[in-house]
């Protein structure tokens, strides 16, 4: 499946592939996997998604952040394959951070964000392994912060 006319068809536009602001590459390639360095939550306008789960942003907001992370995966990993997404062969692995009130137990509802986001753009190539877990804070006061390895050709 044509993976890049997929995104076009769902009428979905990807964030810029952004530089790392740190010592620290945005994308690695190790044989076969393409390892994706964690993407905060940033809106459509650039705008970054703060805020603390379960107190500044309820768990739809916060879904919403994790979708945002994993577009912003999906950007990173399409520059990396010379924006030729055919050349993915599998989605192994996300890990989701969410930064969230002590009581919120609700991270996999949230991380589904970027979980259903592969599965709607990649099919059954995008199913994967997962991690959700909670975090007092996150860089720059994201609310979300999600991570990837997938597999190539």
């Known amino acids: 499946m044509n993976f890049n006319k997929r995104i076009s068809d769902l009428g979905i536009n990807l964030p810029p592939a952004k530089a790392p602001v740190g010592n620290y590459v945005a994308t690695k ?6 390892y994706i360095s964690g993407q905060i939550s940033i809106n459509e ?3 970054l998604i703060k805020g603390k789960v379960g107190i500044d942003l309820n768990t739809e907001e916060a879904y919403f952040a994790a979708k945002r992370c994993g577009l912003s995966i ?3 990993a399409n520059s990396a394959c010379d ?3 055919s050349k993915i062969k599998s989605c192994v692995k996300l890990t989701g951070y969410v ?7 609700d991270q996999p509802k949230v991380i589904n964000g970027a979980s259903d986001l592969m599965v ?6 995008g199913v994967h392994t997962r991690a959700a877990v909670s975090t007092n804070s996150l860089p720059l006061g994201v609310a979300v912060e999600v991570d990837a390895i997938f597999e190539l050709n």
């Open 99 to 105: 930064n969230s009130k002590d009581s919120f137990t």
């Open 29 to 34: 390639k190790v044989g076969k996997l393409l």
């Open 120 to 125: 709607e753009i990649f099919g059954k190539v």
């Open 45 to 47: 306008n650039g705008e």
């Open 83 to 85: 924006n030729d997404l």
């Open 74 to 76: 999906i950007a990173q």
